[in-house]
C-alpha cells in the first residue's frame, strides 16, 4: 500500500478515507469478500487498520456498512 506516501503528502489535519470490501480475522468471509480476495487479495479489518497506524496515521475509525456487504469505511487523520 502507499499509505506512507499519502500521509507524507497530506496537510496536517488531513483525512483519509478508505471504503473496501474486508475479511473477517480468520480470513473466510464474508463471501463476496472472500470471492474479491481471491481475485484481487483483501485485507482484514486488522490487517487495515495496523497498516494505516503503521503509516503515522491516528484517530482511526471503522464503519462497517452492511447495505453493501462485506464492505467498510476506515478514516484517519494525519
Do not use: H
Request: proline share 5%.
Amino acid at each position: 500500500m502507499k499509505l506512507e506516501k499519502a500521509y507524507r503528502s497530506m496537510r496536517p489535519g488531513g483525512l483519509l478515507i478508505i471504503q473496501d470490501f474486508v475479511m473477517n480475522a480468520e480470513k473466510t468471509g464474508p463471501l463476496i469478500a472472500a470471492v474479491f480476495n481471491v481475485m484481487v487479495g483483501a485485507f482484514s479489518v486488522t490487517e487495515l487498520a495496523d497498516r494505516i497506524e503503521a503509516a503515522g496515521f491516528s484517530g482511526l475509525e471503522v464503519r462497517p456498512m452492511p447495505q453493501y456487504a462485506g464492505t467498510a469505511v476506515l478514516t484517519a487523520a494525519k
